[in-house]
């Protein structure tokens, strides 16, 4: 080993000696172990007496109010169960719109006449008040009121998130304002599922379905990642503090060859894979699908879906066990939505449907006329909820992590249409142009009155590249970033569907009280209608192909690339009018959302910013200056040396030299005028043009600057090099 072998080199040294993880109990009974960390039915049944049990059950079913007494019963048998698992602590597990999730554990224990005891009330568990004056709220919470309550939500099972020294006691909860108002993600996103319900409940109705008592919404996230191994994670500030590569030279291999998508998978990561999996199951979590990703050391996790409330926590518990193992293996998983320029970045597939309560996917074709045209409501009220709100959907998945997916040829662009699959688009299309004809037969499909289309489950083609698309029986939302949280999308897609479902129904039943009125008439002609007006949003091409955005700017459908002006949508009267009427934010929420996520973007950008100076100040420009005075050193001797011979003999290290002063300056340029744009940011005062600003002026210079970076890191010697380089992070493990 040289003496100039640089820390970097040494950990590359070290992965290759013993960053491998032996196997382990590779055998895992997950039949018995799956569910052992929640509070789910089978524990229900075993420590609660029956009544409670079944008083519980009615609530989680159909949300019917706990008495506080059942509720102190309920939390004596959590407690009992927590502590024979070890368990001291419990907290209330809650998503504050940080976009990660918020505990404060409390002990069991209680000094009771100075005796000590493990003690649970009903009231501890139904509600809780951390101090949580420092969650954002976008000023719909000032200070003096900033009060904050945790409220017990059963319709999500309980459950002991381990630790080295013991597990916690999770109870999933909502967070709400002293007032009433929604301070999390899961509120407004439980609120859509009742506006939802009570919608597609009329639809079902007006089908003769009186049994039905609740509609919920299923959704299955398929979670990308990447895994680097922790050493090359510990020398990344960038990635340390921004989640992702600030700079960073572009590997001579990356992923042009597709030899990683679904090829065999490494042991070293199918042993953490398999160690998450477990961990995962012991929660519930129905972890279904593992897969290399297109890109190297990139990754995807599907789980089997579950109800929207329910898999959007599982999402949660997802991501931070998938860290916390890979930490375990010595691993570093970045859940940012790109980590690396130049190589695919890692989104979140959003499959979202309707069921109803007796376990029927309303989003499948039925076997008979009548459930086809109940399927085809579904189908028209979603394509309507997207032509009236796509930019309020693009709003949903906004992020500045995010900006750097959508529209570069790897993620759905930020225009939102939908692909339906040729089926579907000839059915429509035909009632559309009251057309009976060729695809009568092929369809078997009649349009002439009252005859009914039939319709059947189109599993053939599908396009990966439509942000939305139809698969089958459900939707296919693609364009959520990886690092989010799915609450808002699925918050605005099954409000933005409740709304569509009652300006159908209210047409439908609008024209059923006329005389002789034919319900399948009526209810295909007012299709018809929808159909025709939510044309422009339908695409099957390919959406990643620049023919698709001039096409759809012709067709007026909005194309918003920076977070900066996408959030605006939130604040649309279309979109407050929507929120309001569903109940599901008041104004003062949709403001305070607002707000916070304009701040969060600036902030985003801000750190961003500052590491980057940073890391040219102190990891970039030091390695080149060293490297010109070695160049201007060898340089120096040779004229010394003052030898004809000796002509020429230094014009390599010359033209270096020139390279490298040339880098330096054009970093040091581009740190003044990121400078300088900061400086001027901290002038604007109003929010969303500070926001704009950002996107205008900041992220762009972000990514500019790190050219001459990138550039010398090419030719700055290997040992002076202190930042793990793409070539090595994305290869060696
Ligand atoms: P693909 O790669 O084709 O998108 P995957 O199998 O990786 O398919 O993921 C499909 C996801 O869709 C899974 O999470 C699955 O549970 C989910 N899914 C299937 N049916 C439904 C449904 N009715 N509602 C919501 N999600 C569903
Ligand atoms: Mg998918």
Redesign the pocket.
Known sequence: MSATTSARQEVILKIASNGKIPFKNSTKDVASDFGVNTFNDKVMREYLPKDAYIQLRRTIRKGEKLDINIANTVAHAMKEWAISKGVSHFTHWFQPQTGLTAEKHDAFLEVDDGQVVERFRGSQLVQGEPDASSFPSGGSRTTFEARGYTMWDPSSPAFIMEGPNGGILCIPSVFISYTGEALDKKTPLLRSMDAISKSALRVLRLFGNKSVYRIII?????QEYFLIDKSFFSLRPDLQLTGRTLLGAPSPKGQQLDDHYFGSIKERVLAFMQDAEHELYKLSVPA??RHNEVAPHQF?L????DEANVGADRNQITMEVLKKVANRHALALLLHEKPFAGINGSGK?N???I?DSDGN?L?DPGKTPEENLQFLLFLVATLKAVHTHGSLLRMSIASAGNDHRLGANEAPPAIISVFLGERLTTILNDIRDDKTTKSAEEYIIDLGLSKLPLIFRDNTD?NRTSPFAF?G??F?FRALGSASSVSLANTVLSGAVAESLDLIMDEIEGKMSQKNADMNDVVLSTLKKYITETDNIRYEGNNYSTEWEEEAKKRGLPNIKKTGYALDAIIDPHSIKMFKLQNIFSETEIYGRYNTKLEQYITNLEIEAETLIDLLNTRVIPPALSFQSQLLSAISAAITMDDAALDGAVDTEKELLKEIAAGIMGIRRGIKELESKLKEAEGIDDLPQKAKFFSDNIAELIESIRIPSDNLEKIIPDDLWTLPKYSEMLFIM
């Open positions: 299923t959704i299955g996230t398929e279904k699908t995807e599907a789980p089997i879906f597939h499959n979202w449907s069921a996917n989003l599908r698969t029986q459900r296919e």
